[in-house]
């Protein structure tokens, strides 16, 4: 199984300042179809998760654009260029190349110091 | 706009079973995979089944294969998880979910389960 490790695993930020979440893959995420499926997600307290990022850097609609998404092969990066106190939340990656088993990573908890 | 409103959970004993059901509305729900992904109290997300828009493929994770079953009824817009020979692991909330680009992109609100004596 593809396992996805985050790093860190907590990050205080300050209002206002840059932000940089980090998941790294056990294997490879590019698929033969010549796609790489690393999606990002953030969840705020006590809501469902939504989806961020798909394809490494893709934003989904509605999501702004302080958010962005990079990477390649097994290391992947989830940038947030200023925090603002609704970014609050837990963030997750998550993998659709290895079919049929996705997997996520462990979360990366973002509080504001 | 999507609606994915799941609903079934509850308490249930070791070894019990439930059903769980997930009613879609706002997009053509046949034409869509779906899936179902839970998360344990204070946990992260666990992707646990997936189904193909007519129902002729379906995957699991391993630790609930043989155990849970995915469907769905496209003329009812509806999914649907049965949870058999329950374990005390299976407490968590089940979010259901449509696949897009091998990924989640609408959520439910989730329905809670719990699996206790």
């Known amino acids: 199984d593809f396992v996805l490790t985050q790093s860190p695993l907590s990050l205080p930020v300050t209002l206002g300042q840059p932000a940089s979440i980090s998941c790294r893959s056990s294997?490879?995420?590019?698929?033969?179809?010549?796609?790489?499926?690393l999606n990002w997600f953030q969840q705020r307290p006590g809501q469902s998760p939504r989806r961020l990022i798909y394809?490494?850097?893709n934003r989904d609609s509605g999501v702004p654009d302080r958010f962005s998404g990079s990477g390649s092969g097994t290391d992947f990066t989830l940038k947030i260029s200023r925090v603002e106190a609704e970014d609050v939340g837990v963030y997750y990656c998550m993998q659709g190349t290895q079919w049929p088993t996705w997997t996520f990573g462990q979360g990366t908890k973002v509080e504001i110091k | 706009e999507v609606q994915l409103v799941e609903s079934g959970g509850g308490l249930v004993q070791p070894g019990g079973s439930l059903r769980l059901s997930c009613a879609a509305s706002g997009f053509t729900f046949s034409s869509y995979w779906m899936s179902w992904v839970r998360q344990a109290p204070g946990k992260g997300l666990e992707w646990v089944a997936n189904i193909k828009q007519d129902g002729s493929e379906i995957y699991y994770v391993d630790s609930v294969k043989g155990r849970f079953t995915i469907s769905r009824d496209n003329a009812r817009n509806s999914l649907y998880l049965q949870m058999n020979s329950v374990r005390a692991e299976d407490t968590a909330l089940y979010y259901c979910a449509t696949v897009h680009t091998r990924s989640f992109d609408y959520w439910g609100q989730g329905t809670l389960v719990t699996v206790s004596s």
């Open positions: 394809k490494v850097s």
């Open positions: 294997q490879s995420l590019v698929h033969r179809d010549g796609n790489t499926y």
